[in-house]
């Protein structure tokens, strides 16, 4: 007996076909499977994102402490010049260990630290490693930008060279920005030749050139630096900044038992880098602990002598305060396992401690060259003083060395004193600013007003 749907029930009560079920398996297989494709690409990107470090990573914190040759690193706090233990470092391949030397640095002049950054940053990216490039990149970037020491074509030799290893590891938004850095300074800074521009402009278009046609930024720059190329006839108007800072620090003795610790300290570093080299790493316990003794002895001796220098002239006034900034230094690096090892546990309990007693060094200094400024001959020296001052502690807080440091405030200091050049007839012809937006964030040469 057949049956037969009548008119008067419901389409919803008949039995389905298997079709139906066979589309909505399928259906609900397709659904599964697009859910499992974008959470696939999301996990994708995320891993991306995280494999590739972020230019904003702290500078200090970004150095891989375990890749770090403790023979070559102690021999700094043996005593020994930290630039030609970079270089000595770079030229046997243990770039992690020359990077810790430039990262901590406060004695290697300018022009030479930032030359060896660059030559650091060009040997990551031959071994492979992009992004450690580009955050030493990121250094020579800094440097370029605020080390009022560095001579202008040094300035945009750097940046450009810097501008190719961003660009060639991936890094397009930091690499469009230094390329504009560059950009700035070449067709801004006064006293070039139209000749030395083409040729600076020439480098940083064939820099930028392979990457030209990555996105409108980058084709809008590139088309920029080639018609500078072609036409370099500009002239730059305005002030440079002529450092001083560090010409007002006159130094003095320390006192014996500071002198007699450090040398201890000396010994006993060279005695554990030694011991390390002869046992390939092994057996080294009592030597490490005579380093620990040595350094705690050293700081208990600066201490007493930072807060006991008797009658002093405020220029010796401010070397201590840059020889203490120095140590404090020192000691963070120590704390945060710089030298490839645990040397002083008790620093690493207060590394808090000690970051805060840096900032706070740092705004001592500021207090101090701001004294300095006020005796300035003229309004103008007054001026550019301050700038420099500002330049600097903006420069150490971009190196990780200012933690915490204030750097809206710094920008904005800067603009009142830049403003206040211009009201003077002395406009800046690399005036800087703050810029939260930049690739990465931090302080930015601006085109003049």
């Known amino acids: 007996m057949s049956y037969t749907l009548s008119s008067d029930e419901s389409p919803s009560t008949a039995p389905q076909s298997p079709r139906h079920w066979l589309e909505r398996l399928l259906l609900a297989a397709f659904l599964f499977s697009l859910l499992i494709g974008l959470a696939a690409l999301a996990l994708f990107f995320f891993v991306r994102s995280e494999a590739q470090p972020s230019m904003n990573a702290d500078p200090l914190q970004s150095v891989r402490t375990q890749l770090i040759m403790p023979p070559i690193a102690l021999r700094e706090l043996a005593g020994d010049a930290p630039s030609g233990l970079a270089a000595q470092a770079l030229q046997a391949g243990h770039r992690e260990t020359a990077r810790t030397i430039l990262t901590y640095a406060t004695a290697i002049p300018s022009v030479e630290r930032t030359a060896r950054l660059a030559s650091l940053a060009q040997s990551y990216a031959a071994a492979g490693e992009p992004d450690m490039a580009a955050q030493v990149s990121g250094l020579v970037v800094t440097d370029a930008i605020l080390d009022d020491a560095l001579p202008v074509r040094e300035r945009v030799n750097r940046l450009t060279q810097s501008v190719a290893l961003l660009y060639a590891g991936g890094f397009a938004g930091a690499a469009t920005d230094a390329a504009t850095q560059a950009l700035r300074i ?91 080299e002869f046992t390939g790493g ?12 040595a350094l705690l002895a050293e700081d208990a001796a600066r201490a007493h002598f930072y807060q006991n220098p008797g009658e002093i002239a405020r220029g010796q006034q401010l070397w201590l305060l840059l020889d203490r900034r120095a140590w404090l230094v020192e000691k963070l690096r120590v704390a945060m396992r710089g030298y490839g090892l645990s040397l002083a546990p008790e620093w690493e309990a207060q590394i808090d401690q000690i970051r805060a007693e840096l900032s706070a060094a740092h705004s001592y200094l500021e207090t101090v060259m701001a004294a300095y400024a006020s005796d300035a001959a003229t309004p103008l020296d007054q001026a550019l003083l301050r700038v420099e001052t500002q330049h600097w502690l903006a420069q150490q807080s971009m190196r990780g060395l200012y933690p915490n440091a204030p750097v809206t405030t710094i920008g904005e200091f800067l603009r009142t004193q830049q403003d206040e050049l211009m009201r003077l007839g002395a406009p800046l012809a690399l005036p800087i600013a703050y810029d939260a937006l930049a690739t990465p964030p931090g302080f930015r040469i601006q085109p003049m007003p």
């Open 282 to 293: 092994a057996d080294f316990e009592p030597e490490r602990q005579a380093l620990a003794a």
């Open 186 to 276: 070449t067709a801004q800074a006064p006293g070039l030749l139209p000749a030395q521009r083409s040729a600076l402009f020439a480098d940083l278009r064939d820099a930028i050139a392979p990457y030209a046609n990555q996105n409108d930024a980058t084709r809008a720059l590139n088309a920029q630096v080639t018609e500078f190329t072609r036409n370099p006839y500009l002239i730059g108007v305005g002030v440079l900044v002529t450092p001083t800072m560090m010409a007002f620090a006159q130094p003095i003795a320390y006192d014996s038992p500071t002198q007699e610790k450090i040398t201890a300290r000396q010994l006993a570093a060279r005695a554990l880098a030694d011991r390390i």
